[in-house]
């Protein structure tokens, strides 16, 4: 019976052993195939950030020459009040109350905008310079 018994492991184990290296294999296919999209897409996504990086890059050197080689039209923007504020909080020190503190500087605030590289540049000119 014991003779029986170990025939029918091995037969069982000589049976086995075809299909879980195909599983293996099958497996491995998987993972590589997951593996190669993956990489796939984080180039996709790099190629499209580079390209977006060197159409910026081009845009501010449009806009930096327009300003920095030509007169800049500059358009003044209106109702734009420039306020320094003390953080409260910050300099709540002992449980001593602080008072709200507002220093108003004299400044305008104008922008320049290019058609070309379609972009707005905003610009603060203190009038004491």
């Not at 290296?21 to 998987?30: A, H, P, R």
């Not at 999209?37 to 580079?50: F, K, N, Q, T, Y």
């Amino acid at each position: 019976m014991k003779k029986a018994f170990k025939k029918k492991i091995n037969k069982l184990k000589s049976n086995n052993q075809g299909s879980t290296m195909v599983e293996v294999l099958v497996g491995f296919t998987i993972l590589v195939i997951v593996l190669v999209e993956c990489m796939v897409h984080i180039v996709g996504v790099s190629s499209e950030m580079i390209e977006k990086s060197v159409d910026m890059q081009s845009d501010r050197t449009t806009i930096n020459r327009q300003m920095y080689q030509t007169d800049a039209a500059y358009t003044d923007i209106e109702g734009a009040k420039m306020v320094l504020l003390l953080d409260t909080e910050k300099t709540n020190v002992n449980a001593n109350q602080a008072k709200e503190v507002q220093i108003v500087l004299s400044a305008d605030l104008k922008r320049f905008y290019s058609e070309e590289a379609g972009l707005s540049i905003f610009k603060v000119f203190f009038k004491d310079e």
